[in-house]
């Protein structure tokens, strides 16, 4: 029912206080409650809440964090605020049954346009059991504190941002059936030193190569598990290609955007497949 003096001083790097629908629309904040914090922005569910923390945050020792309203449509909800003079589009929560994600998603409102997504939110996904597949395009910057964690069934993660991504730590922890995460940003930063472990299991239990997060050739920030996928000529960036109603595999492009090289497929293919002319 109320937020104390001080209660967030130690959390140096908490930056969102995110309010569920079980948050009391009356919540206390005490005087200085937000002295000395990290915190930017606090995440309303519903609107009483967001007028209720309106009122009281000029007296909580941080009277500039950002108060959001959350939005929802068709099921996933996130939410918008500024940050260094640009807009961010953070998802917080995506249906249950989700089975694939390409960043963007389909607004309720009659003939409003669609949400592109900016930032994958802490746990977004996680225990999302039946994702497979995601493509996050060029105006995701970001994926959160173990947003991809324990999606048993994911097989396939492209990060298309061609610059500079920023992963949370344990993102992509406990999937199992996690064949390749592919990015073709040329910089990273990886919080908390996160250095991801994608592997398969060969002819015995031990036997395991750390090789299937892929990143362009002379790419930095990634960590030591990273594959740079070296020594092949005009590899320009890494796409999904589809094989068929249930068949996805990785590929690297060549700068006309020709497929050349397939690099890892998923678990799932049809019987037969027709590769792309370049291969």
């Not at 309010?19 to 922005?41: A, G, H, P, Q, V």
């Not at 892929?214 to 996928?229: I, K, M, Q, T």
Request: proline share 3%; hydrophobic share 35%; aromatic share 10%.
């Amino acid at each position: 029912t109320a937020i104390k003096e001080e209660a967030f001083a130690s959390a140096d790097r908490l930056s969102t206080l995110v309010l569920t629908e079980n948050t009391s629309s009356n919540l206390k904040l005490e005087t200085d409650c937000f002295k000395d914090s990290s915190i930017e922005r606090i995440i309303c569910s519903n609107r009483k809440q967001q007028k209720n923390m309106e009122k009281q945050i000029a007296d909580s020792g941080k009277p500039d964090i950002q108060v959001v309203l959350a939005n929802r449509s068709g099921g996933f909800t996130y939410y918008t605020y500024e940050k260094n003079n640009n807009e961010i589009v953070e998802l917080v929560e995506v249906p249950a049954d989700i089975t694939e994600f390409d960043g963007v998603i389909k607004s309720d409102a009659a003939g409003a346009e669609d949400i592109h997504i900016t930032s994958i939110g802490d746990q977004a996904f996680a225990d999302c059991d039946q994702l497979k597949w995601v493509t996050l395009p060029e105006k995701v910057t970001s994926i959160g504190y173990m947003a991809f964690e324990d999606c048993d069934s994911l097989e396939g993660v492209l990060i298309q941002n061609k610059e500079h991504i920023t992963i949370g730590n344990k993102a992509f922890d406990d999937c199992g059936e996690l064949r390749f995460v592919a990015s073709n940003a040329m910089t990273a930063t990886m919080m908390d030193d996160y250095n991801p472990s994608i592997y398969s299991f060969y002819q015995s239990d031990w036997i395991r190569s750390n090789s299937f997060f892929f990143a362009p050739e002379g790419a930095e920030g990634y960590g030591s598990n990273v594959n740079e996928l070296w020594g092949y000529n005009d590899i320009a960036n890494y796409n999904i290609a589809d094989m068929g109603e249930c068949g996805k595999v990785l590929y690297a492009a060549n700068s006309q955007g020709e497929n050349i090289v397939a690099v890892r497929a998923g678990k799932e293919m049809p019987d037969k497949v027709i590769l792309p002319e370049k291969t």
